[in-house]
T-cell receptor, first 110, second 111 residues
Framework: QKEVEQNSGPLSVPEGAIASLNCTYSDRGSQSFFWYRQYSGKSPELIMSIYSNGDKEDGRFTAQLNKASQYVSLLIRDSQPSDSATYLCAGTGTASKLTFGTGTRLQVTL | ETGVTQSPTHLIKTRGQQVTLRCSSQSGHNTVSWYQQALGQGPQFIFQYYREEENGRGNFPPRFSGLQFPNYSSELNVNALELDDSALYLC??????????FGDGTRLSIL
């Protein structure tokens, strides 16, 4: 069983819609969670971090964490074509090593 | 604020050779982590250095080794290169356990 699981997609949403990206994890010791955006051929870029249960909003992005269900999600409101990328979910335990999922490819269509 | 920089950008090697990849951490960061990202996969943790000491290692063989220098820059060395070592090698830096920020990566191709 992979430690962090994501649907590889592609997830296709029309411009202006809400994109919902999901992630589950198996290590109950994981404390912190991160969403990285990775454009094709580029390196991952941190877009959200979340440490406690509930929602965290930053502009058009909302991260949600439910430690009881071992579930993390990212909502992107008013999706733009520039949001088309692979979104990587990652968690850390006490050792600060990031454990990544395989990523979900998002396509925002015109 | 200077971000994480990695060199070289691209590298082509043959099986059995050795390679050294370099990383300069972001200003103010004292922790450097290295990841390997194969095509279509998420990054896999290789190891982390904190204040010049190895601070955790992933499931990689001993031919993957590293260093961190007093200025917190770091090197990743890979000996006896294999075809499966072809990947994007990412360096990430952070201050203590704060979120990690990645450099642009080194794309290594093994022929």
């Amino acid at each position: 069983q992979k430690e962090v699981e994501q649907n590889s997609g592609p997830l296709s949403v029309p411009e202006g819609a809400i994109a919902s990206l999901n992630c589950t994890y198996s290590d109950r010791g994981s404390q912190s969670f991160f969403w990285y955006r990775q454009y094709s051929g580029k390196s991952p870029e941190l877009i959200m971090s979340i440490y406690s249960n509930g929602d965290k909003e930053d502009g058009r992005f909302t991260a949600q964490l439910n430690k009881a269900s071992q579930y993390v999600s990212l909502l992107i409101r008013d999706s733009q074509p520039s949001d088309s990328a692979t979104y990587l979910c990652a968690g850390t335990g006490t050792a600060s090593k990031l454990t990544f999922g395989t990523g979900t490819r998002l396509q925002v269509t015109l | 604020e200077t971000g994480v920089t990695q060199s070289p950008t691209h590298l082509i090697k043959t099986r059995g050779q050795q390679v050294t990849l370099r990383c300069s951490s972001q200003s103010g960061h004292n922790t450097v982590s290295w990841y390997q990202q194969a095509l279509g996969q998420g990054p896999q943790f290789i190891f982390q250095y904190y204040r010049e000491e190895e601070n955790g290692r992933g499931n990689f063989p001993p031919r993957f080794s590293g260093l961190q220098f007093p200025n917190y820059s770091s090197e990743l060395n890979v000996n006896a290169l294999e075809l499966d070592d072809s990947a994007l090698y990412l360096c990430a830096s952070s201050f203590e356990a704060q979120p990690q920020h990645f450099g642009d990566g080194t794309r290594l191709s093994i022929l």
